[in-house]
């Protein structure tokens, strides 16, 4: 029943979010993300991936949860539209990882960098694909996630208009979705 | 970056959703079909025959077949193409259209002569057949695909080989007012050559625009 409380309210503030209101689409990403980091790690542990493999996953699904938010019909649960994105990202997933064990045959030093770093935050996709998206457009998403400013301060800061940080951005969230299922620029 | 810093930026992110993906989805299939009879009309147009055809079970009966492709595909697409919504009886409609022709195929070598049955197949405009109905499903693939990039079919091949069902049925309902072959023999032979072509195009191009 707990479940079926918290899919209601993650309906609820969808509903809010897709007229635009950003305090209730922060609340959802934040409600959802420790369900997906639960379902991941557990996943992940079945399928044969690396426990430390399940956060990037879990930014991985918030990235396609994002990107994809118009393709939920609003007539219908919306746990099974979450759950059937979260298996197709840990199924590309296993998928990637099986290309990259064959690579890495070959290439004894990736492995032994792979090895030496334990620390999870330090090895995490997302940083590595931030590198590839260009100096600017890493700049503006950092700006406004690590550092936590808002649009209207980063445009400021880096003298752009607000709208063309919000194109920048968007283009940036693509491209990190499509750089994650390895087909990016 | 932590997930926390994500969400920041996910949050920055949030515009109004103008429109959802049901209404894309029918906005697509419908400036699709726009496309086809535009190319369609002038280029070829309906048979001059057309009143007189009308009147005949055979001419109707293409249009039962090419438009109950359309429909089932159509509403199969759009439960392949968001995650987690069952396909239900979807699935089960689009065997429709193939079993009606293979009723009608049937019921014509009934009632017809041995002798006629080969010049009923292979027709007048077999050729014409097998080459317009892959040209004018190019426009509604075209729109379709670009559609179902919107939502996030969660079997990328799949759903780009139905959009190819759903293109051929909008281009066959065109096509079939043009042509002069009415046989079922001909129909269950060249329309569906025509049809599976649209439909291994629609796989190819689907398994690779359509991920995400």
């Known amino acids: 029943m707990a479940l079926k409380g918290a899919e209601e309210e993650w309906a609820l503030l969808m509903h809010r979010a897709i007229d635009g209101d950003s305090a209730a689409y922060r609340r959802l990403l934040a409600s959802l993300t420790p369900v997906l980091r639960t379902v991941t790690r557990r996943n992940c542990a079945r399928i044969g991936l690396d426990g430390g493999e399940a956060e990037d996953i879990v930014q991985e699904v918030l990235l396609a949860i994002h990107l994809k938010r118009d393709s939920w019909d609003t007539d219908r649960p919306i746990g099974p539209w979450i759950m059937t994105i979260t298996r197709n990202k840990l199924i590309d997933a296993r998928r990637r990882r099986g290309n990259r064990q064959v690579q890495q045959v070959d290439d004894l030093a990736d492995i032994l960098t792979a090895e030496g770093s334990e620390d ?3 090895r995490q996709d997302i940083d590595r694909l931030l590198e590839r998206l260009g100096e600017r457009p890493r700049d503006l998403v950092r700006s406004l996630s690590v550092e936590g400013r808002s649009v209207q301060e980063t445009a400021a800061r880096l003298k752009m208009s607000e709208g063309a940080v919000r194109v920048a951005l968007h283009r940036a969230i693509k491209t ?8 990016g620029p | 970056m932590r997930t926390e810093d994500l969400i920041n930026a996910l949050v920055a992110d949030l515009t109004v959703s ?8 029918v906005s697509a299939i419908a400036l699709g079909a726009i496309v086809a009879a535009a190319a369609f009309l002038p280029s070829m147009g309906v048979r001059p025959d057309i009143r007189q055809a009308l009147l005949t079970i055979r001419f109707l009966f293409k249009f039962v077949v090419t438009l109950s492709l359309a ?3 159509g509403g199969l697409l759009y439960c392949l ?7 239900g009886l979807w699935a089960w409609a689009l065997i429709a259209a193939p079993t009606l022709l293979v009723i009608a195929v049937v019921t014509e070598l009934v009632a017809t002569p041995v002798a006629s049955w080969s010049s009923r197949m292979v027709g007048t405009n077999a050729v014409y057949c097998l080459m317009l109905i892959p040209l004018l499903s190019l426009g509604p693939l075209a729109c379709i695909i670009y559609a179902l990039r919107k939502g996030a079919p969660t079997n990328p091949g799949l759903a780009g080989a139905v959009a190819g069902l759903l293109a051929s049925g909008i ?8 042509c002069t072959d009415d046989s079922p023999l001909f129909l269950a032979t060249w ?16 398994a690779r625009a359509l991920r995400w």
Do not use: N
């Open chain 2, 71 to 73: 429909v089932s595909a």
């Open chain 2, 18 to 25: 103008k429109f959802r993906f049901r209404q894309v989805l």
């Open chain 2, 191 to 206: 329309y569906s050559l025509a049809t599976g072509i649209v439909t291994l195009a629609g796989y190819a191009i689907g």
């Open chain 2, 81 to 87: 193409a968001r995650p987690g919504t069952p396909t």
């Open chain 1, 120 to 122: 999870a935050m330090d």
């Open chain 2, 171 to 178: 281009a066959a309902t065109l096509y079939a007012t043009h």
């Open chain 1, 176 to 183: 990190l979705a499509a750089l994650y299922r390895g087909d």
